[in-house]
T-cell receptor, first 114, second 112 residues
Framework: DTAVSQTPKYLVTQMGNDKSIKCEQNLGHDTMYWYKQDSKKFLKIMFSYNNKELIINETVPNRFSPKSPDKAHLNLHINSLELGDSAVYFC?????????????FGQGTRLTVV | GDSVTQMEGPVTLSEEAFLTINCTYTATGYPSLFWYVQYPGEGLQLLLKATKADDKGSNKGFEATYRKETTSFHLEKGSVQVSDSAVYFCALSDLGDDKIIFGKGTRLHILP
């Protein structure tokens, strides 16, 4: 069983469209994240949710809206897509109420806006 | 705030060479430290971790020691292989911080 799974793996879409990326974790973790990785491989945190509550929103345009229907899911919806949104988006989860916890990552969604 | 600084790449080595990738951190608390590896086309995987000062994490021939006095967590491997070619990320998480902070990543190329 995949611990953190995200879909789709590839997404090609036109500018101005609205798209969603889904993420699910079966690890029982209480915290989920979305990271954006650019072409230089820099990883930047976008959002962090703890028990379905938004904890961190790191200067992300409000065209990006995360939704967490339950602890095991954190979806990312993007409105009015722009060329600069092209990147690989990673979902991750961890258990943040104890020390030495590590994050588990999904395989990534490569978004290409044309 | 907390941060992680790691050496810029790319790093290119011949097979069987000795590897060091430097990583230093700043943190207000007592963070856990990690090295993640990203193979081409894949997500990040935990390579090793250390949770307190002087702990040594090790996996697949890689090692890193948590040095509080120098706030460092350098990654080392005695003899690299072509299959070690990947991007390596140093990271920390501080209890109560609600996020894991990554360095910018170091791309490693191993030549046969």
């Amino acid at each position: 069983d995949t611990a953190v799974s995200q879909t789709p793996k590839y997404l090609v879409t036109q500018m101005g469209n609205d798209k969603s990326i889904k993420c699910e974790q079966n690890l029982g973790h209480d915290t989920m994240y979305w990271y954006k990785q650019d072409s230089k491989k820099f990883l930047k945190i976008m959002f962090s949710y703890n028990n379905k509550e938004l904890i961190i929103n790191e200067t992300v345009p409000n065209r990006f809206s995360p939704k967490s229907p339950d602890k095991a899911h954190l979806n990312l919806h993007i409105n009015s897509l722009e060329l600069g949104d092209s990147a690989v988006y990673f979902c991750a989860s961890s258990q943040m109420d104890r020390q030495n916890t590590e994050a588990f990552f999904g395989q990534g969604t490569r978004l290409t806006v044309v | 705030g907390d941060s992680v600084t790691q050496m810029e790449g790319p790093v290119t080595l011949s097979e069987e060479a000795f590897l060091t990738i430097n990583c230093t951190y700043t943190a207000t608390g007592y963070p856990s430290l990690f090295w993640y590896v990203q193979y081409p086309g894949e997500g990040l995987q935990l390579l090793l971790k250390a949770t307190k000062a002087d702990d040594k994490g090790s996996n697949k021939g890689f090692e890193a020691t948590y040095r509080k006095e120098t706030t460092s967590f350098h990654l080392e491997k005695g003899s690299v292989q072509v299959s070690d070619s990947a991007v390596y990320f140093c990271a920390l998480s501080d209890l109560g911080d609600d996020k894991i902070i990554f360095g910018k990543g170091t791309r490693l190329h191993i030549l046969p």
